[in-house]
C-alpha cells in the first residue's frame, strides 16, 4: 500500500470505519484565518456531526482551535471585536500553519503547527488527536492543544467578552455542530437550555440534535476551569473558553494547554447516558 503524502489529510478511523477527517493545509481566503480542522466528522452509523464554512458563520470550520484575539490578531476569521465600536473590518488575520506531523496513524496524529500573522511567528502549537471506541454506537475524540508563546515579549489571548463584549466569550477549541430544522438540546448534569449553560462552568456539557449527541469534557483541571460558549438558537456551536472574565496571559517560552474529550454517539443521550460515556471517555 502507498503511503499517504507527508501533509495530506487524515483519515481518522473507528472499528475500522471512517468518522473524521482532518484538513492539514486548507484552501481558504485571508479573512476566513486559514487554519487545520476537522471536517466531516461522523458517527458510528454514519451521521455528519460537524460544518465547514455555513453560510450564517462562513469562518466557523469543523472542529479545530480558533481565537479571536491574540494580541490583537484574529486567529478566529470574520470580523474583530472592537472596544466602543463594535464588530469591525481589520485587516488582521493569522493564520495556522500545519508544519509537520511527529505520528500519523489511523487512530490519530500527533502535529506541530505555528501561528502567524503580520509575517511573525506568534505561538508554537503541539496538537494531539486521537479516536476511539466506546461502545457500538459510541467513539470518543480526545483533543489536546499546547500553545507555546515564541516571542522575545509576554503576550495574551483575548475574546470579544474581554475586549467590552458581554456573553461573548468565544476563543479555543471549538465545534460547530450541524444546523438542523429544530435547534438541538443542551444540558449538564445539573441544568438544561442555551441560557442556563452558556457562559458556565461543567465538567462536561451535551448537544443532542435529531440523532446524534455530542458530550464535551475538559479533561484537566485547567480545561474544566474554563467556561463553555454555547450557541444553540442562533446556530448549533460549543467551544471551550480561553479568555472569559479575563485576557490569558503567556510569558515568553511558557505554555498554556487544554485538552477537551468529546463522545460522539448516535441516538439522543438523557443525562445517566451521557454522564457514564463521558467517565469511560476521560478514565480512558
Request: aromatic share 8%.
Amino acid at each position: 500500500m502507498t503511503a499517504p503524502a507527508p501533509d495530506s489529510p487524515v483519515v481518522l478511523r473507528v472499528a475500522g470505519r471512517p468518522v473524521g477527517r482532518y484538513v492539514t493545509r486548507p484552501e481558504l481566503p485571508a479573512r476566513l484565518s486559514p487554519r487545520p480542522y476537522l471536517h466531516p466528522v461522523t458517527t458510528l452509523a454514519g451521521t455528519a456531526v460537524t460544518e465547514l464554512a455555513p453560510a450564517d458563520h462562513i469562518h466557523h470550520l469543523g472542529v479545530g482551535v480558533a481565537v479571536p484575539d491574540v494580541e490583537g490578531h484574529n486567529f478566529w476569521g470574520g470580523r474583530t471585536y472592537v472596544r466602543d465600536q463594535g464588530p469591525t473590518e481589520l485587516d488582521n488575520h493569522g493564520a495556522q500553519r500545519h508544519h509537520s506531523f511527529q505520528l500519523r496513524d489511523p487512530d490519530g496524529f500527533v502535529e506541530e503547527l505555528r501561528w502567524v500573522a503580520a509575517g511573525s511567528e506568534l505561538l508554537r502549537e503541539r496538537r494531539t488527536v486521537s479516536a476511539t471506541e466506546l461502545a457500538d454506537s459510541a467513539w470518543a475524540l480526545d483533543f489536546t492543544f499546547s500553545l507555546t508563546n515564541v516571542t522575545p515579549d509576554p503576550l495574551s489571548i483575548g475574546s470579544p467578552a474581554t475586549n467590552g463584549r458581554p456573553g461573548a466569550a468565544y476563543g479555543g477549541f471549538f465545534w460547530r455542530a450541524r444546523k438542523e430544522a429544530e435547534a438541538p438540546q443542551v444540558f449538564t448534569a445539573e441544568v438544561e437550555g442555551e441560557a442556563a449553560v452558556h457562559g458556565e462552568r461543567a465538567d462536561w456539557l451535551a448537544l443532542a440534535g435529531a440523532g446524534w449527541t455530542l458530550v464535551f469534557a475538559g479533561a484537566t483541571d485547567t480545561t474544566r476551569r474554563d467556561p463553555w460558549f454555547v450557541r444553540t438558537a442562533e446556530y448549533p456551536g460549543v467551544g471551550s473558553s480561553l479568555a472569559s472574565e479575563r485576557r490569558l496571559p503567556i510569558a515568553p517560552g511558557d505554555t498554556a494547554v487544554r485538552r477537551i474529550v468529546t463522545v460522539v454517539a448516535d441516538g439522543r443521550l438523557g443525562r445517566d447516558e451521557a454522564a457514564a460515556l463521558v467517565r469511560k471517555a476521560v478514565s480512558q
